[in-house]
Each structure stands twice: as C-alpha cells, then as structure tokens.
C-alpha cells in the first residue's frame, strides 16, 4: 500500500500537470521545499495518463487550461483512483469545471507559497476528499 505522505505532513510524490515549463519548474522548486520528496511534470492529458498508471501520486497539480485541451481526463482519472488533486487556474472562479469535479479545490495563478503549502498540508495528512 502507498504511503500517503512522508513524515512531514505534505504528500510524498507529487504529480505536476502543467504546459507552461517555467510555472512546472516554480511548482516543483516550491514544493520540494516544503519537503515532498518525488515530483513528476507532465505537459499534456496523455504523459500525465501515462505517468499515473507507471505510478500512482500521492497528490497532483493540474493546470485546468493545457495546451489545446482541459485537464479533466486526469481528474476525472485521479478521482476513480481517489487521490487528492488541486486545479491551478489563472481564470479563478471564472473557469467552468464539469459537474463531477465542480466542488474541487482550487489555487489561483499567480500562487502564494502560503496557500500552496497549506493545500499540500491539508491533502497529506487526509485523503483531502
């Protein structure tokens, strides 16, 4: 069974779906500082697939607007597996979310460290759902 979060109360292994590599690179740096210990950065619906069933993260990141295409594939993916995510959005509130993932937790862009954190926290101590 996965261990849902190292010993410091934020997840383990980290899943970061996001087409922009400078915000990935931002989001990996942040939270390797607050202790996670595996990131992993997917830029498009099908690596990111691919990435959660190599292997399944304790918690991901999923930028909402990819490339040409909205990340609800993985969400809807991660909820069957029922592991915690965040939508990370520039357009806020503004953004429409499918009925099944509308009542997700959300992190605007640009982020503060703190609110990051405190997601992290909140999904590694819990199942966050």
Same mark, same amino acid.
């Given at each position: ?51 959660? +069933? $190599?292997?399944?993260?304790?918690? #991901? @990141?999923? %930028? ?10 993985? !969400? ?10 965040i939508f990370v959005t520039g357009y806020g +509130? $503004?953004?429409?979310?499918?009925? #099944? @993932?509308? %009542? ?10 703190? !609110? ?9 101590d819990s199942d966050g759902r």
């Amino acid at each position: 069974m996965m261990e849902p979060a190292s010993l410091n109360g934020v997840p383990g292994n980290v899943l970061i779906v996001e087409d922009d590599p400078i915000i990935a690179l931002d989001f990996e740096d942040t939270i390797l500082g607050f202790g996670v210990k595996a990131v992993r950065t997917a830029g498009n619906v099908v690596k990111a697939l691919e990435m959660i +069933a $190599d292997q399944a993260p304790d918690f #991901a @990141l999923l %930028d909402v607007g990819l490339v040409r295409e909205k990340s609800f594939a993985i !969400a809807e993916r991660l909820a069957e597996l029922k592991i915690p995510f965040i939508f990370v959005t520039g357009y806020g +509130a $503004d953004v429409r979310l499918p009925g #099944a @993932l509308a %009542d997700k937790p959300r992190l605007p862009k640009p982020y503060s460290s703190d !609110a990051l954190k405190a997601l992290l926290l909140r999904f590694g101590d819990s199942d966050g759902r």
